[in-house]
């Protein structure tokens, strides 16, 4: 057999899963997401936090081989708009922007292979984006930023965030009842339930000590709150302890995943409306780092 063709024909096929009659636009895709990097495609230059820059010339090599199937490692993004907070319109499966408090998430998750020590195993990630005085965004990668939040599953990955080393931490974190503990409350901040805060780099009143996102794996600023399983989000029907999700543990869960942004902290300039958590990209799988060998997740 010709895997390249045998390649194709799956591609086509998968794609026939996914088609509706009911629509204009028949054909929406669930999508695997491969990024090593990005180059900004208007400038011919890689924004760095919401900042142009000077010529920069990246190398990076790797590789990358793999097969998926329907309900397997997969992202689902919106029909139309911006993809996730890129700059650009997306054709994912979501035909309704899913706008938090009032949207849950059903999942089925067997892990067979986790990518090794390196890999973040995401339960769930979402994606947003809003401009930092809360307005939503419009395409201009200089004041854009995209908003992540993810439960990561791997119990080899540990809190970054913890009471001497505050710069891993948001700046507070809303407890079950509403109330705001602040990060240097050592006695009462829940640093287990993180395993780290970025802040995005175009912000203009952060609060010391702050880290800044990584400020090129995406064409804007970026803002990231990594949780972990903990009590604290087990409310929302989230994972309660380290190796829940993991490996022998074959289980269905009801993620009350609008409900969750509401207790975790993303930057706005002070003063200015709380913006619209409008959540266009919801993801299942894996990210693994730089490794010495191949790794596999299944």
């Known amino acids: 057999m010709d895997p390249d063709l045998f390649a194709v024909e799956k591609e086509k096929y998968l794609a026939s899963l996914c088609e509706v009659h009911d629509s204009s636009d028949p054909w929406y895709f669930w999508m695997i997401m491969l990024k090593n990097g990005n180059f900004e495609k208007n400038t011919t230059l890689c924004p760095e936090n919401g900042k142009n820059v000077g010529d920069q010339i990246e190398s990076l090599t790797g590789g990358f081989y793999g097969t998926y199937d329907l309900d397997a490692n997969l992202s689902k993004d919106a029909t139309e708009g911006f993809n996730g907070g890129y700059h650009y319109s997306g054709r994912g499966i979501i035909r309704k922007l899913l706008e938090s408090p009032n949207f849950k998430v059903k999942e089925t998750l067997d892990v067979k292979q986790g990518g090794g020590p390196n890999s ?75 395993h780290l805060y970025c802040t995005p780099g175009n912000a203009n009143y952060l609060e010391e000590p702050y880290d800044i996102y990584d400020p090129y794996s995406n064409p804007q600023a970026q803002e990231l709150v990594q949780i972990l399983p903990h009590p604290e989000w087990a409310v929302h029907g989230y994972l309660e302890k380290q190796g829940d999700g993991w490996f022998g543990d074959f289980s269905t869960w009801v993620l009350d995943v609008g409900a969750l942004p509401s207790r975790l902290y993303f930057y706005q300039d002070p003063g200015t409306e709380p913006a619209r958590c409008v959540w266009s990209s919801i993801n299942v799988g894996i990210e693994i780092y730089v490794n010495s060998t191949g790794m596999t997740a299944e």
């Open 120 to 194: 973040q195993f995401y339960l769930l990630d979402i994606g947003s984006y809003w401009k930092n005085k809360g307005d939503p965004c419009d395409g201009d990668v200089l004041t854009d930023v995209t908003r992540y939040s993810e439960m990561i599953i791997n119990p080899a990955t540990t809190s970054w965030c913890h009471a001497d080393n505050l710069v891993s931490c948001p700046p507070y974190h809303v407890s079950r009842t509403g109330e705001k503990i602040y990060r240097n409350e050592t006695s009462q901040f829940p640093y287990s339930s993180y």
